[in-house]
């Protein structure tokens, strides 16, 4: 009966030439059969995810989310009481081709009533996941179905509409990338990458995110990780590089810099740019909130690139942001003093907050006061919303293929005295 009446509908619909086509009107006519990784579009690489599985009924792709609380380990042995989906925060990457038809079943095992809006994607109102306004809340324990295509290849995302506040600030929230169809492997990029760009507050000692918290946020993750824990993105020298980022944070845009390159932003979550050799060329991309940024690299530069949020308390683990500035203050014989009062007293951060990362300093149980990522030369003073992307010339997998060698005399190293004398430089 459903069926016979949005037939009727549409076809009053198309009746009305005056009228513009609805947005998922040609996918509904073209009825394409569901997109196949390979043949049609070379899978997205998700790291530190997943993808969502899904079956395929009568040429449907059929999902199921699970809204359920997670015990999500951040990194450093911070382990958060999060909410996600399918065990995982963010949720499963729900990857598509364009024109497939889904039915996602929703599942809520929360103690609150959730609901999921299907961010950028082109659909009927009813299927939009606005709690009150186009559908009733799903309370705990049900389960709800949304049923439409994905009639536009693009990168968008999915997130509760349902006191969103606490929802996405617990972390319900996950990717969506609908793939284009494209039978040649040449004009596909060759590594195609979605990351999901998190802020939370989880105060020092406890495992619960504060999503009331609209202003100091202490842990800032990547697909739900801190750096080092964030599993490195892996090219071959001559790939075509996308990068996807998705920003749900509650309040903070990012600005991701990338070391080594200059790159295109050739797509945000509304669309595609129409020639991308028109765009301007450029080495950070703000994510504002909210919304998805798509770059478009070729890999010419080998080497361990890092890429960050350029917000630099961004790239800072959970810092109390209470602590005293000691930079530059001289402490002497005073900090033995205090420490026979209080054992085990250390002042840190009097040459900046390196000391912060040392092992050995007394650290709250399950915290990251700060825990940065030690490369092949030493600390790098560096965590939280960070990665690093390594592009190799031989490769025989995808798998982290470790530290780079770099060539000999391409690397800084101190200045002998012979080279300053050559070249005028007096250090004194
Ligand atoms: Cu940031």
Known sequence: MRFVLAFLFLSVWTLRADLPPLPWAEAEKAALPPGEPGRDYTPTVVPNGQRAEYRVVEGVKVFHLEAEPVTWEVGGGLTVQAWGYNESVPGPLIEVAEGDRVRIYVTNHLPASTTVHWHGVLLPCGMDGVSGLTQVAIPPGETFLYDFYFPDPGTFMYHSHHDTMTQEGMGLTGMIVVHKREPDREKRPDRDFAIILQEWRVDVGTARPNPQEMIDFNVLTMNGK??????????????????????????????IHLHGYAFKIIATDGGWAPDPSLLTPETTVLVPVGSARVIEFLADNPGDWVFHCHMTHHIMN???????????????????????????????????????TESGMPIPPNSIPMWGFDGQFGSTVLGGMANILRVREHLDSYDDPGPYHFPEGTRALPATPKQMEQDGIDPN
């Open 318 to 356: 959970q810092m109390g942001h209470e602590f005293p500035n000691m930079l530059g203050a001289q402490f002497g014989e005073l900090e033995e003093k205090i420490r026979r009062l209080i054992p085990g007293y250390m002042t840190m951060g009097t040459t900046g907050m390196r000391d912060m």
């Open 226 to 255: 801190v750096m080092p824990a964030t599993e490195p993105l892996v090219a071959k020298l001559g790939e075509k590089v996308w990068i996807r980022f998705g920003n749900l944070s509650a309040t903070d845009h990012h600005p």
